[in-house]
Each structure stands twice: as structure tokens, then as C-alpha cells.
């Protein structure tokens, strides 16, 4: 399996280079995470929006380029993450609402 | 610090076995032997009967502490059990019999028989199969232990933290509640995960997703809700062990905490699990009810349909258990209505198994009966639901006996029954040899009759207003015949069940050769090979042509399926020790948290991480066997 993948990423560039800059994204995002909880430069009101953000966006490159949510015969994946989004987002709902 | 000690040498010991501290010779002995052989498998018909004996002693050990309770509830005033004492035996049988008896039988069913029906010589992850029994066993010893050391919860199944805190239940009792159902669940979670990888995976050509069994339909739908599920309660147990070991507080109110948070995150957990183990009791009765009644189950789409739909909704009613926190009239009507509607797609059911048997050639076996008796039984127990999933009428019945009554007859009517019907018709898979009948019978009547006698009184009791979860009560209040005939009822359900045991040493020791087609009607792929099965189910990978893929080629006149691929060597996953190591080391961490002593849990997670490290650089490629042709010499 791990020989395939690698043959995979050897023969498109394209792909190594799609992992290296996410991976790079990641690194920042987690930066700039750390530094809107430390710096006193944020208002205090915007860290947890922000941090949500971040949150967000990072899982979105996550499952795309890591998990290869983009590649063809992922429809199982698919319904099994959105599901579980549905189930969490329903829960949190129910729990903050009542 | 004595307990450290003890724990220590333990550890001291089997790191001694392992690392080879004893001659080679010793070893050999080991790894030769039939004890070895089994703690190390990874084969998951082993690990399927292995789950189904795990789970039979824990049903066994709630079915006492039941026992005792209607024992003290047999007349007013008694003094047998009280207090406390019931406390613990009530809280006990209800988290044994769902987490430590109903889930491992069910997982046992899984394991034997899932991967045969889709024409599979193993499960995905084998390891992990292993890992999960391990878990999962490790975790109901632990819980069970708190009866020598310090006194079993006390709490309730449902553990609320209003009963639950360091505060209102002093002593280790929770503690042993917390740790070790995280433990188990763990097990359980992975063992979720592994079913929903093999189901989707390693179908046999042709085996498409319409054409699979509905106990398979069902183990898979059961193990997607497992997967979403499970992580509710995981994050209520650490947060009540937060709460109960490091003085946090996200429970408890008089600082700033909330107990309905509990109340919420172990019901939204708390009602699929309900699920969980009614489904695959589904899949056995449509898969028995069509085989005794030699037809096609009757609106097969819709019997896949209405299992997906329960699933979904599954996830949308949990409120149901909390109509009188005071959540508001709009939450309440909007979880009823929910509620309610789960009963449509279980009414599909209902009707699709009648219309299964209706003009079939029924055939009264032992599996049969168990199907027949659950059906009028289980659609009581969905009836009281639909009653107390209305608010106004639940603010009568909610915390009196009526809601014990209720879910007795969906989970004993409906699981148990349904694991007995699917033990009954697949133990000659499983082990070679046909239960016998007579006693079967004698089992399924005696159990039937006793379970009625004890749980129909007890909508009476709730509606003159016994409450639940109380140890006794007073004379002249009209609440005495019905108790005692409650605990009357009793008797024949243990009964049945001795019967049960005796039917199986009876087996075991001189019971009938059973055939691969072991009933002689088998419609599915599990009877296409030899009972037991050999350690690679399929010496070929069959050729699945359509639903029932067995009874199609029977149709067509072919005596077996037609093999899928040439005979080949077979590749077989190697026996391994880390799953019981590292089940261990759990074990050892959750004691030592419960005992507050930190570095014997660092210990038992140290253990955790080495078992990690050995599994990661373990380059064991397996093995391969030859199989038998089962054309010329194999067996059958
Ligand atoms: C038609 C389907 C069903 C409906 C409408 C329904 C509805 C309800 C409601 C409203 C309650 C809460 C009662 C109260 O506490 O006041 C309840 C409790 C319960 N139900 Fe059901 N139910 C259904 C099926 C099932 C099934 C299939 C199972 C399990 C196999 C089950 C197991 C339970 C359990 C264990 C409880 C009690 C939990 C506790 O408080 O300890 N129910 N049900
Ligand atoms: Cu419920």
C-alpha cells in the first residue's frame, strides 16, 4: 500500500507539492492560534471566533488533502463525516438551546 | 499501598513470562497449549464464542442480582436487601446485563456469523477484533470487582450525577462505574468500527449491498450507531471522572455546574444504545423467521429501509427520557413527536415478519418459537413506548414501575429473546453440534411464561404507583399480590435458564453431528460450509447470484456455490498476545485511578504505550495454509 502511494506521489508532483503547502498551512494556522490566545493585541471578544475559524478551515485542508476526501470512490466517507457532523451538530444544538 | 504492591509483582511476573525470564522449554509448553492458543486468537470465530461464554457468566451474574431484588420485593416491608445494598444490586444488574451481557452476546453473533454470510475468511481488522473482546472483558472484570473492593455504584444504570458525585455517592463504587465502562466501551467502539470496514470491504463478488442478509443489514446499521454514539458517553464518563478524581466541576451545581449536562450527553448516547441492541435481534427474527418458514423475507427493500430509518431517528429522540427535567413544552412536543414516529418504520417490521410466515411451510424448531414469542411480546413493549412517548401522560408514568415494565419487554421480549432465537439457530455454526430440541423447547416455554408473569404486573404496579428504584413498600396500599407475583414470575425465567445451561454441557458432551446445511432450509452463505467452519471459511470465495445466494443455487440445482476464484493458498492473520498486554495495562490504569493511587496507573498506561510501541514495529506477515478441496476429501 505504501509503495503504491508513494508511486502515486512521485509520478504527479502536483500531489507532494498539494501535501507540502497544506501541511505548511497547518503549522500556520496552528501559529496563529497560539498567538491570538497569547498576544493582547487580539480584543478579547474576537479569540473564540477566531479560534473557530481556524478550527474550521483546518479541518476542511485536513480531510481533503490528508484524508483524501478529493479522490474518486470516497462516497462512504463522505456519508459516515457528514452523518457525524449532523449527530454532533444536533447534540451541541440540543445541549446549548435547552 | 499494599494493593501497589500486589499490582507490581503482578506486573513483574507476566512481564517475566513474556520477555522469556523462564527457560525456553517452559515457553514452548505455553505457546503449544489450548489456553495460549485461545487468548491469543485472532480468529473471529473463536473470539465470537469467546464474547457469547463472556457474555452468558455476566448474564448469569445479573440474572442473580435480579433475583435478589424481586427476592426482597416479594413482600412488603422485608429487610433481605436493603438500602444501600439494593442500591448497588440495581444499579449493577442494569449495567451488567446492557453493557456486560446484551452487547457482548450481540458482538458474539457479529463474529460468528457476519463474515460467513458475506462470504468473508475474516473480519477487517483481526487484531483489533482481539483487541475489542479484550477490552471489553477487562473492563466488565473491573466493574464487577467493586463488589470485594470498597462496594459496587450505586447510582443507577443511568448514573445521574445528582446521585452520582463524590458528595452523594462517597466510597469507589462510581469510580469502578466510570473507569470501567470506559474501558469496555473502548472495546466496544472498536469492535463497531471493525464491522462497519468489514461489511463494506470484504463482500464476496456479487454480494452487493441489496443482497445482504438482514442480520448483516443490521450488524451494520448497529455498528454505524455504535460509532456515533459511543463518543457521547466517552465524553460524559471523562468528564464525571474529572469531576469525581480531580475535583472539577462540570457537574455539580453548587459550583456553577450543570447535571443536566450529564443528563443530555448520556441519553444522546443513551438512546441509540437502546437501538443497538434491539437491531440485530431484528436481523435474527427476519433471518430465522424466513428459513422456518421456507420463503423469501417478505418486503426485503423495505425491511433494509425501515433498519437505516430507525437508525437515523435513533439519534433524534433522546429527550424522551427527560420530558420532566423541564426542558420547556416546545422541546418536549418536538422529541415526542420524533419518538413517535420511530414507531412507523418498527411497525414495517412487524408487519413484514407476518407476512413472512403467512403461507410459509413453518417449521416450529427452537429458533422459531423464540421468533414467534417475540413478536406479540416485543409489540407490547413498543405500545407502552408510543404511551410514554407522549409528555402529559409521561409526567404520570416517568420513575414508576409502568417504565420498567417497558423496557423489560423491549429488551428481554426483544433482545434476549432475539439473542436466544439467533443462539439457538446458529450454535451449530458455531460449535459443530445441534442443541437439542426437547430442552430447547422446555427452555423457551418455561422462560416465555415466567418472564410474562413477572414484567405484565408490573404496568399495574406503576399505574397504582410504585415507584422504580425503591426497596420496598408498605401493606394496604394495593401493591402486594402484584409484587408477588411478580417474583413468582421469577422462577421460571430461572428456571429456563438453568435449562439452558444444561442444554449446552448436554451438547457439548454427546449432542448431534450437525450437517454444514445445519436445518436443512439454509438460505444464506453461512450454510453453504462445513459446521464448524474451518479456520478460512471458504476454501473458495463464493459467487454470490443474488438474494439469499445460497437458496438461489439450490433453486438452480447446484449442490454448493460456485467458487469465485481457483484454489489457492490462504493467507491467515498470526496469533498475537499484545491485545490481552495491552487490555492489561488498561486494566491496570483504571484500578489504579479507582484506588487513587497515580503510579500504578502510570504503570498500567506505561504497559498501554509498550504494547502500542510492539504492535507498531511488529512485522509478523502472517501465514498460509492450504486449503482442503472440498471436492475431493474435504469435509462435507
Ligand atoms: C416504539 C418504540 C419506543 C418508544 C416510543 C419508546 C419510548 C420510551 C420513552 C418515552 C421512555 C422514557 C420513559 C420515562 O422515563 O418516563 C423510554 C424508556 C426506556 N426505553 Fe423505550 N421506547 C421504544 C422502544 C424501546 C426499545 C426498542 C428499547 C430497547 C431495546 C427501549 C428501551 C428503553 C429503556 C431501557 C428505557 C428506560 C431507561 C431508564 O430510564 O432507565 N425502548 N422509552
Ligand atoms: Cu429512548
Known amino acids: 500500500m505504501a509503495k503504491e502511494n508513494n508511486q502515486a506521489i512521485s509520478q504527479k508532483p502536483a500531489g507532494a507539492m498539494k501535501h507540502i503547502l497544506s501541511f505548511v498551512f497547518m503549522i500556520a494556522f496552528t501559529a496563529a492560534a497560539f498567538f491570538v490566545v497569547i498576544s493582547d493585541k487580539v480584543p478579547s471578544g474576537w479569540v473564540v471566533p477566531l479560534l473557530l475559524i481556524f478550527a474550521v478551515i483546518q479541518v476542511i485542508l485536513q480531510l481533503f488533502t490528508f484524508m483524501h476526501l478529493d479522490q474518486k470512490g470516497s462516497a462512504f466517507y463522505t456519508i459516515f463525516i457528514v452523518f457525524g457532523i449532523f449527530v454532533a451538530v444536533i447534540s451541541a444544538v440540543g445541549i446549548l438551546l435547552m | ?145 467493586s463488589w470485594i473492593f470498597g462496594g459496587a455504584p450505586d447510582a443507577g444504570w443511568t448514573s445521574y450525577t445528582g446521585l452520582a458525585l463524590n458528595q452523594y455517592s462517597p466510597g469507589p463504587g462510581v469510580d469502578f462505574y466510570v473507569l470501567g465502562l470506559q474501558i469496555a466501551g473502548i472495546g466496544t467502539l472498536i469492535g463497531g468500527l471493525n464491522f462497519l470496514v468489514t461489511v463494506i470491504n ?105 433498519t437505516v430509518l430507525i437508525g437515523f431517528l435513533g439519534f433524534m429522540v433522546w429527550v424522551h427520557h427527560m420530558f420532566t427535567v423541564g426542558l420547556g413544552p416546545i422541546s418536549n412536543s418536538v422529541f415526542a413527536v420524533a419518538t413517535m414516529a420511530i414507531a412507523v418504520p418498527t411497525g414495517i417490521k412487524v408487519f413484514n415478519w407476518l407476512f413472512t410466515m403467512w403461507g410459509g411451510e413453518i417449521q416450529f424448531k427452537t429458533p422459531m418459537l423464540w421468533a414467534v414469542g417475540f413478536i406479540p411480546t416485543f409489540v407490547m413493549g413498543g405500545m407502552t413506548g408510543v404511551m410514554l412517548a407522549l409528555p402529559p401522560a409521561d409526567f404520570q408514568y416517568q420513575d414508576s414501575y409502568f417504565v420498567v415494565a417497558h423496557f423489560h419487554y423491549v429488551l428481554v421480549g426483544g433482545t434476549v429473546f432475539g439473542l436466544f432465537a439467533g443462539i439457538y439457530y446458529w450454535w ?12 430447547g423447547k422446555w427452555h423457551f416455554w418455561t422462560f416465555l411464561i415466567g418472564f410474562h408473569l413477572t414484567f405484565f404486573p408490573q404496568h399495574f404496579l406503576g399505574l397504582f404507583g410504585m415507584p422504580r428504584r425503591v426497596f420496598t413498600y408498605q401493606t394496604n396500599v394495593g401493591l402486594e399480590k402484584l409484587n408477588e407475583l411478580s417474583s413468582i414470575g421469577v422462577a421460571g425465567m430461572v428456571i429456563g435458564t438453568i435449562l439452558f445451561l444444561i442444554n449446552i454441557i448436554y451438547t457439548l458432551r454427546k449432542g448431534k453431528k450437525a450437517k454444514a446445511d445445519a436445518w436443512e432450509l439454509g438460505r444464506t452463505l453461512e450454510w453453504s460450509i462445513p459446521s464448524p467452519p474451518p479456520e478460512y471459511n471458504f476454501a473458495q470465495t463464493p459467487l454470490v447470484r443474488g438474494f439469499d445466494a445460497l437458496w438461489v443455487e439450490k433453486e438452480a440445482g447446484n449442490k454448493s456455490m460456485t467458487p469465485a476464484e481457483p484454489l489457492g493458498s490462504i493467507h491467515m492473520p498470526s496469533p498475537s498476545y499484545i491485545p490481552i498486554l495491552m487490555s492489561l495495562g488498561f486494566f491496570v490504569a483504571g484500578f489504579g485511578f479507582i484506588v487513587r493511587g497515580i503510579p500504578a496507573a502510570a504503570i498500567g498506561l506505561i504497559i498501554v504505550v509498550v504494547s502500542l510501541f510492539l504492535r507498531s514495529f511488529d512485522y509478523d506477515k502472517g501465514y498460509h495454509v492450504e486449503p482442503e478441496d472440498p471436492e475431493k476429501g474435504g469435509k462435507e
Do not use: C
Not at chain 2, 42 to 69: N, P, Q, R, S, W
Not at chain 2, 428 to 439: Q, R, Y
Open chain 2, 428 to 439: 451449530p455454526k458455531m460449535f459443530g453440534k445441534l442443541l437439542n430440541e426437547t430442552l
Open chain 2, 1 to 145: 499501598m499494599g494493593t501497589l504492591i500486589v499490582i507490581l509483582v503482578l506486573v513483574l511476573f507476566l512481564a517475566a513470562i513474556f520477555t522469556g525470564g523462564y527457560n525456553k522449554q517452559f515457553q514452548e509448553r505455553v505457546r503449544k497449549s489450548r489456553t495460549w492458543d485461545w487468548l491469543t486468537t485472532v480468529d473471529h470465530k473463536k473470539i465470537g464464542i469467546l464474547y457469547l461464554m463472556a457474555g452468558l457468566v455476566f448474564f448469569i451474574i445479573g440474572g442473580i442480582e435480579a433475583t435478589f431484588m424481586r427476592l426482597q420485593l416479594f413482600v412488603p416491608g422485608n429487610d433481605l436487601f436493603v438500602g444501600r445494598t439494593f442500591n448497588e444490586l440495581l444499579t449493577m444488574h442494569g449495567t451488567t446485563m446492557i453493557f456486560l451481557a446484551a452487547m457482548p452476546m450481540i458482538f458474539a453473533l457479529m463474529n460468528a456469523v457476519v463474515p460467513l454470510q458475506i462470504g468473508a475468511r475474516d473480519v477487517a481488522f483481526p487484531f483489533v477484533n482481539a483487541l475489542g473482546f479484550w477490552l471489553f472483558f477487562s473492563g466488565g472484570l473491573l466493574l464487577n470487582l
Open chain 2, 202 to 306: 470484504l463482500r464476496a463478488p456479487g454480494m452487493t449491498f441489496l443482497r445482504l442478509p438482514l442480520f448483516t443489514w443490521t450488524a451494520f446499521v448497529t455498528s454505524g450507531l455504535i460509532l456515533f454514539a459511543f463518543p457521547a458517553l466517552t465524553v460524559a464518563l471523562l468528564m464525571l471522572m474529572f469531576d469525581r478524581l480531580f475535583g472539577a466541576n462540570f457537574f455539580d451545581y453548587t459550583m456553577g455546574g450543570s447535571t443536566v449536562i450529564w443528563e443530555h450527553l448520556f441519553w444522546i448516547f443513551g438512546h441509540p444504545e437502546v437501538y443497538i441492541v434491539i437491531l440485530p435481534a431484528f436481523g435474527v427474527m427476519s433471518d430465522v423467521i424466513s428459513t422456518f418458514s421456507k420463503k423469501r423475507l417478505f418486503g426485503y427493500n423495505s425491511m433494509v429501509f425501515a
